[in-house]
């Protein structure tokens, strides 16, 4: 089982910009041949993805963030990255990461990362 670490939430005003980083400690294999998700949830609504991207780097994002976020990772040392620029209240949520497998993910949810945009 991959274990994943999400970290670099915390409050922002609106228009700022945030990176958050997910770390993988374990399976190393998997990490690296299998694409990764960024997933987030806000209180009352259901998790959403925003954005993945390949093993090779070819990065997928929601309509909603298309042009403000940029995700990343690094194979090497297991991390993967979402720079969230020009923030929007709407981006506020719980932040997860994960590998996507069809309409689900392989592993179980960590305990995310808080993002707060406030006006």
């Known amino acids: 089982q991959v274990q994943f670490v999400e970290s670099g939430g915390g409050l922002v005003q609106v228009g700022g910009s945030l990176r958050l980083s997910c770390a993988a400690s374990?399976?190393?294999?998997?990490?690296?041949?299998?694409?990764m998700a960024w997933y987030r949830q806000a209180p009352g609504k259901q998790r959403e993805l925003v954005a993945s991207?390949?093993?090779?780097?070819?990065?997928t994002y929601g309509d909603s963030v298309k042009g403000r976020f940029t995700i990343s990772r690094d194979n090497t040392k297991k991390t993967c990255d979402l720079q969230m620029d020009n923030l929007k209240p709407e981006d506020t949520a719980v932040y997860y990461c994960?590998?996507?497998?069809?309409?689900?993910?392989?592993?179980?949810w960590g305990q995310g990362t808080q993002v707060t945009v406030s006006s």
């Open positions: 994960n590998q996507p497998y069809r309409d689900t993910v392989l592993h179980s």
């Open positions: 374990t399976n190393t294999f998997i990490v690296r041949t299998s694409p």
């Open positions: 991207i390949t093993s090779g780097g070819s990065a």
